[in-house]
């Protein structure tokens, strides 16, 4: 990766988002918690989830990831409350095509997502920026599994 690769993917913006990262105290009694990593990088985001209404009502995070992985959970963490699960899985899928193949930018609130943009030629950093959306739809799953046992 060339010292122009790396001012590109690693803006100013990324590394501001990474800095403030909202949302990391962790709930006390969420309705459910999903713990994921990459195995590439060794990234993990650990989330917790409270559900009210069809929506995501309380919301913490643990990141230990790379600056593109804290950028992804930063701005999932300051949009995520009063989300559904279609908008979450949305974004998801919306930002695994911007990655896999330069796909459109996720749908609001989540559209700052699109920062992450330069990242899709850096395949092996993928896993690290989906991590945050992916434990959160996992979790709202096993929140319903649970609602439903």
């Not at 995501?56 to 409350?81: H, M, R, T, W």
């Not at 930002?95 to 330069?118: H, N, Y």
Request: charged share 25%.
């Amino acid at each position: 990766m060339s010292e122009n690769d790396l001012i590109k993917l690693y803006s100013g913006r990324i590394l501001a988002l990474a800095a403030d990262i909202p949302h990391l105290d962790r709930l006390s009694d969420p309705d459910a918690t999903v713990k994921r990593r990459a195995p590439l990088c060794g990234s993990t985001v650990t989330v917790d989830i409270k559900l009210a209404d069809g929506q995501i009502s309380e919301y913490g995070q643990d990141v230990k990831a790379c600056a593109l992985g804290q950028a992804a959970a930063s701005i999932v963490g300051a949009n995520i409350i009063g989300c559904s699960k279609a908008q979450v899985e949305a974004t998801r899928d919306a930002l695994r095509e911007m990655l896999k193949s330069d796909g459109p930018t996720p749908p609001a609130p989540f559209e700052e997502l699109e920062v992450l943009r330069p990242a899709r030629d850096y395949k092996n950093r993928h896993a690290s920026i989906m991590l945050t959306l992916e434990a959160i739809a996992e979790a709202w799953e096993n929140a319903e599994k649970s609602a439903c046992a």
